[in-house]
């Protein structure tokens, strides 16, 4: 107050916030995001990927009562690593296989029935029909289930 004048408390600025609405599809289809998910790098990819689907069909096996039978088979074509994963069990049901795909939502018949050493990341699956995508592959995924073409 030197020059005679009052001070005057300051008015604060409101703060504008803008809402943002972020697909969840990012958590599944962007490579730092899958690293984090799956707790391995891009380059044990690969190894997350059989593991996850060895997984399912074990569980597959499990709920059809069945004695498991899996066959894993891998392939270089074009620079790009191919893996595949056959089993015995009843295969994905149509509906299920599209609500693995619908990145907006959460979908496992594990929620409830987890293992110490299965089912414990929930939506594997969605992890690998990403991964690919994460890594820049171009060549379709491809799931052959109850005599259906995916």
């Known amino acids: 107050m030197l020059d005679g004048t009052r001070d005057t408390p300051s008015v604060p600025q409101q703060l504008d916030r803008t809402t943002f609405i972020t697909s969840r599809a990012a958590e599944f289809l962007e490579l730092r995001a899958l690293q984090s998910q799956t707790g391995r790098p891009a380059h044990r990819f690969g190894d997350v990927i059989v593991k996850e689907l ?12 069945v004695e498991p039978s899996i066959r894993i088979g891998t392939e270089i074509h074009g620079g790009e690593l191919l893996i595949t994963v056959a089993d015995n069990g009843p295969g ?7 609500g ?16 110490p050493t299965r089912g414990l990341q929930g939506n594997a699956l969605k992890t690998v029909v990403g991964i690919p995508f994460a890594l820049g592959v171009a060549t379709p995924l491809i799931v052959d289930a109850r005599g259906v073409r995916h």
């Open 54 to 65: 060895v997984d399912n069909a074990l569980d597959a096996a499990e709920s059809a009562g």
């Open 92 to 98: 994905l049901a149509s509906d299920v296989l599209a």
């Open 100 to 115: 693995v795909l619908n990145f907006s939502v959460l979908v496992s018949d594990k929620a409830a029935y987890r293992s």
